[in-house]
């Protein structure tokens, strides 16, 4: 099994998604990681966000693109 990181977590799954799509541009493998109750607890604190995980060997790489990222494009709650 492979080794994973967080390296972002995200308030909703849109801007998590769409992160995690940006990161497979560089194929990069990303696994979105997180529960909103299907919808209904969307934006809620005690959910926890949406974390985005990657394999440990590609985290570097994955932390400069988001890091390069404009802020506002995904709009990163806490890395």
Known sequence: ????????????V???NL????????DIL???EGDD??????GLSFS?????RVPTSQADIALDMLERS????????ES
């Open 1 to 12: 099994m492979t080794e994973t990181t967080i390296v972002a977590t995200f308030a909703t």
């Open 48 to 52: 926890g966000g949406f974390k985005l």
């Open 70 to 77: 404009e802020p506002s494009e995904f709009d990163e709650t």
């Open 30 to 32: 990303v696994i979105v």
């Open 19 to 26: 992160a995690a799509q940006y990161l497979r541009t560089s």
């Open 14 to 16: 849109n801007q998590a």
């Open 37 to 42: 109750g299907g919808g209904a607890f969307a």
